[in-house]
């Protein structure tokens, strides 16, 4: 049972630290992770704890991305299984994309935990466990080098939530087009990537659904069309003066 009041004023703040405790406690969540997750808590502040006008651009282009590709895939670890498990799996059945296992911090049994938990969420197959059809990503030397042949590594989209920028870059060398959500718009992962959410996972991956849900009645050419209006390096450009904006605007109030 939860100790937050829910009057507490960062109630949800709280309740989603929550999450990743609990995830940590059953066994999902690295140590690190915990960690991981107070930075994004920090930007999230900066952000002003919403989805800002930049990151629903880039949730609009990441939509468009997603369900023109061919064999997308959704790449997971311990935060965002612990975050958000329903809404991967609803992510995965709207764009028909594969869900597979990848870890920073590799850990079999934790994997193990991660597969079972998003099966219980109703995911059908997981990708990423079976070390017959597991090979290796040239230009990593992380335990994320290790992919599988019928996941990501025959992928042609692959959307990456709280990533490290090495796989990233690794990823774009292999002629994939990457999709990241992070919270902190100077992260190298963010830089890197084709499409940056900045924004917090729970938050922007309900966007993301709902953008799916909304162009799936779209032609291709109108997908074409979103992607090709979509720059990230200037919509990272805005994020961060959009941060400045709110920094600016809280200094004015204080
Ligand atoms: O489960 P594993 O072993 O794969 O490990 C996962 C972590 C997240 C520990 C690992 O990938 C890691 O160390 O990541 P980094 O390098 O700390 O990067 C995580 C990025 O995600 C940072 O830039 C954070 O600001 C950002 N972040 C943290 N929480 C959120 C977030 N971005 C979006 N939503 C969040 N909730």
């Known amino acids: 049972m939860t100790v937050i009041p829910k009057t507490h004023p960062r109630v949800e703040s709280l309740l989603i630290r929550e999450r990743l405790v609990n995830g940590f406690d059953k066994g999902l ?12 808590e920090a930007f999230d502040y900066l952000i002003g704890e919403n989805t800002g006008k930049s990151a629903r651009k880039a949730i609009k282009a990441a939509a468009a991305s997603l369900l023109l590709a061919k064999n997308p895939v959704i790449s997971v670890n311990g935060n965002v299984t612990a975050l958000c498990p329903k809404e991967i799996v609803e992510l995965s059945n709207v764009t028909q994309a594969k869900i597979e296992v990848n870890l920073f911090y590799e850990n079999k049994k934790r994997k193990q935990n991660i597969v079972k938990t998003l099966k219980k969420h109703g995911a059908k197959e997981i990708f990423g466990i079976n070390p017959k059809s597991s090979i290796r990503l040239s230009g990593i030397d992380s335990a994320r080098r290790m992919v599988d042949k019928n996941g990501i590594y025959s992928s042609d ?51 993301l659904i709902n953008s799916c849900k909304k162009y799936s009645s779209k032609k291709d050419f109108e997908l074409k069309r979103i992607i090709e209006d979509f720059d990230n390096k200037k919509n990272l450009s805005s994020n961060i003066i959009e941060i400045k904006s709110n920094l600016t605007r809280r200094a004015k109030l204080a």
């Open 29 to 40: 969540v690295a140590k690190e992770g915990l960690l991981a997750h107070g930075r994004g």
């Open 157 to 207: 989209l692959v959307l990456v939530p709280l990533e490290d920028g090495d796989r990233t870059l690794a990823l774009k060398r292999s002629k994939k087009k990457v999709i990241t959500f992070d919270l902190n718009p100077l992260s190298r992962t963010a830089q890197t990537a084709n499409i940056s959410i900045i924004d917090n996972f729970v938050r922007g991956i309900n966007e």
